[in-house]
């Protein structure tokens, strides 16, 4: 069966992955959440206060519900910052503040690994949606081996994307911890408490980029190899 061959514990191995790295950021977070910073500002006085030193005069600052929603939507330039993050002094809202603020410097500045994920964006999101059922339905269907790779071909574009998406993150948190320690907004402790938040925001990433490339290794096992098979 497709679903549950050998190479199915790859699939498993990625959500088990994905599942520990989530719990793990969940409960790192709620742990800095209840360290308040020295400083009393908030996660959005931090990101005014990071991007108007650093002479970016055209983002705003939002609030937006949910928990760990945060984000920087660079086509309306916006960072939004979720219930936890905007009005909490804690080291984690701030370092989430920082952190988006580190995207909204990317953007500003013209970072290509930033770059090259907007770019993705389109093609990344048609080898996800498609790439997959494609394979399905060409294999269960007996189409072409030929239809089987394009969807394979598709889904790599997929885990290209969160790949691509590793560095950006890095990259955002690394200016973060820097300017909130410059700016004098964390002392050191601080910092490294901040950092472990950011680390363990990025290990999500690096799951999900793991699962995603274990995923497709699976589908190259299953069905890469195949030549004239019928
Ligand atoms: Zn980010």
Known sequence: MFYYDITYFLVLLGVILTMLASSHVQSTYAKYARVMSASGLTGAEVARRILQ????NDVTIEHVAGSLTDHYDPSKKVVKLSDATYGSSSVAAVGVAAH???HVLQHHTGYFPLQLRTALVPVASIGSNIGLPLIIFSVMLGLSDTLTRVGIFLFAFGVLFQIVTLPVELDASHRAL?????????????????RKVLNAAAMTYVASAAAAVLQLLRLVLLFGGRRNRR
């Open 178 to 194: 820097a300017m909130l320690s410059d700016y004098g907004m964390l002392a050191d402790g601080e910092v490294k408490q901040s």
């Open 100 to 102: 988006e603020c580190g």
């Open 53 to 56: 030193l650093s002479g970016v």
